[in-house]
C-alpha cells in the first residue's frame, strides 16, 4: 500500500470511529495536509449519501456573495463546508456556463481567451444524478451530462491524469489557490484550497499524486475563500460570485 494510501485509510478509520463514538456518521470531513512543503486544506462529498450543492442567487434576486447569507437561507439546516466556485463579473455574473437546480444561466465557453479562465483546456464541473464529474469544456460541448448543478472555470488542473500541458514546474506565479477533483468512480469530490501562494503546477501535482483525481479543476486565486465549521474557518472579504457547499443538518 502506497503511503498516501495509508494515510488516507488511517483516517477513514479514525473518522468512523469518531462518528460511532457520537452516534452519528458526519456529512463531511475537511482536514489539512502537507505536500511538497506547501499546506492544504481538503473536503469531501460523496455523491451517494451528501446533499452538495452550487449557489449563486439568493431568494431576494441578489447574489448570496457570502457564506453567512447561503447559511440565513438553508436555515434549519446548514452548511457543512462550503468554497467559492467559479470565476465571475463585477456583477457576479458567473463566467461561462452556471447550472443551478437543472436551470442554466450564461453560456458553455470553448475558445480561448484572457486569463486564467481563457487558458485552455478549461472545464465544468457538474453534479449529475448518481455522479460527480470534472469534464474538459470541448468534450461537455459534444456530450453534455445532464447536470442538476454545474459551474464552468478554468484551467483544467488534471486531464485524464496528466498535468495541464502549459504548467510550469518552475513557474514563479504564486496564489492562494483553490479548485476541485473528483475521483475515477464519479463518487468522491474534493475541493481543496492551498494555505500559501503556490504555483499551478505545485496545485495540479495535489490534485493528481495526492488525491489521486483523473480530473480536477481550477476555481480561481486570491480571492479563495473557505468555510469549514468543524476545523473553526469561516474566510471572510469581497462579495463572491458562485458558492460550492455541503448542505448539513442544524447540529
Request: hydrophobic residues 40%; aromatic residues 10%.
Amino acid at each position: 500500500m502506497r503511503k498516501n494510501d495509508l494515510m488516507r485509510a488511517i483516517w477513514a478509520a479514525v473518522t468512523l470511529f469518531l462518528a460511532g463514538s457520537s452516534g452519528a456518521v458526519a456529512a463531511t470531513v475537511c482536514r489539512d495536509l502537507t505536500h511538497l512543503d506547501q499546506e492544504y486544506t481538503v473536503c469531501e462529498a460523496n455523491r451517494a449519501t451528501d446533499d452538495l450543492r452550487l449557489f449563486l442567487t439568493a431568494p431576494d434576486g441578489k447574489p448570496y456573495g457570502s457564506f453567512d447569507r447561503v447559511n440565513e437561507a438553508l436555515t434549519p439546516a446548514q452548511l457543512g463546508f462550503a468554497m467559492n466556485a467559479g470565476m465571475y463579473h463585477a456583477d457576479r455574473t458567473p463566467v461561462g456556463l452556471y447550472v443551478e437546480s437543472g436551470k442554466p444561466e450564461g453560456r458553455l465557453i470553448t475558445s480561448d481567451g484572457p486569463g486564467n479562465f481563457g487558458l485552455l483546456p478549461n472545464g465544468v464541473f457538474c453534479i449529475a444524478p448518481g455522479r460527480y464529474s470534472v469534464i474538459e469544456s470541448l468534450r461537455f460541448a459534444e456530450n453534455a451530462p445532464d447536470c442538476d448543478f454545474a459551474s464552468q472555470s478554468g484551467p483544467m488542473l488534471v486531464i485524464d491524469g496528466d498535468l495541464h500541458p502549459k504548467f510550469l514546474p518552475r513557474s514563479t506565479s504564486r496564489y492562494i489557490r483553490n479548485g476541485v477533483g473528483v475521483a475515477a468512480d464519479g463518487q468522491t469530490a474534493y475541493f481543496a484550497i492551498s494555505k500559501g501562494a503556490v504555483t499551478f503546477h505545485e496545485f495540479g501535482v495535489l490534485f493528481r499524486d495526492v488525491l489521486n483525481t483523473p480530473n480536477a479543476l481550477y476555481f480561481d486565486g486570491n480571492i479563495s475563500r473557505l468555510h469549514a465549521p468543524d476545523l473553526g474557518r469561516s474566510d471572510f472579504g469581497f462579495a463572491m460570485g458562485p458558492i460550492v457547499g455541503l448542505v448539513a443538518p442544524a447540529e
